[in-house]
């Protein structure tokens, strides 16, 4: 599933929704459209948490 990839780099509910309505537009300039949504939302997105992970660190090594 490509979404799941994209979801480690676009972590805002809002954000994600916004992807998934341009991930169904046909056409090469609305691919080009994606790509830049993408770009933009990866780097704003950035320094948020990412809500999939739990925080749960149980493959630290570290108590």
């Known amino acids: 599933m490509a979404d799941a990839g994209v979801h480690r780099w ?8 916004k992807y998934a309505e341009l ?4 056409g090469a300039l609305a691919r ?4 830049w949504f993408v770009l933009i939302a990866a780097l704003r997105d ?3 948490p990412n809500p999939d ?3 749960d660190h149980s493959g ?3 108590p």
């Open 60 to 62: 630290s090594s570290t």
């Open 32 to 35: 080009l459209r994606l790509l």
């Open 10 to 17: 676009i972590k805002t509910p809002c954000g994600r929704a």
């Open 53 to 55: 992970h739990s925080g």
């Open 23 to 26: 991930a169904q537009r046909p």
């Open 46 to 48: 950035w320094p948020l």
